[in-house]
């Protein structure tokens, strides 16, 4: 993968801004906030928390867009060859 990207260890944001993070992340993937345990968002958080420390969402810095997501590895990987494609063409 070039160089415009950076895997941030989520240990080093803040508390706010991984919880932020992690907020956009549940909104963008649709995840149901209405659940009947009463967690909703917290929960989730928590449930992605705990993914972070498996390694199976990583936090990707886009140096050239100066923005930070979330993702899955799955996602991670494609979104490297889809830049690859595109920085070739």
């Known amino acids: 993968m070039s160089g ?5 260890p989520y240990r080093m944001l803040p508390g706010e ?9 549940v909104t963008r993937q649709g995840y149901d906030t209405t659940d009947t345990s009463g967690e909703g968002m917290r ?3 928590a449930t992605l928390k705990r ?19 979330v ?3 799955a996602q ?3 979104f490297g060859r889809d830049i690859a494609d595109d920085e070739e063409g």
């Not at 801004?17 to 992340?25: R, V």
């Open 76 to 78: 991670w990987r494609a």
């Open 4 to 8: 415009r990207f950076v895997e941030i």
């Open 17 to 25: 801004t991984l919880d932020a993070l992690l907020e956009a992340f």
């Open 43 to 45: 929960g989730w958080v």
């Open 51 to 69: 993914q972070l420390e498996r390694s199976e969402l990583i936090i990707a810095h886009d140096l050239q867009t100066e923005t930070t997501e």
């Open 71 to 73: 993702m899955t590895l």
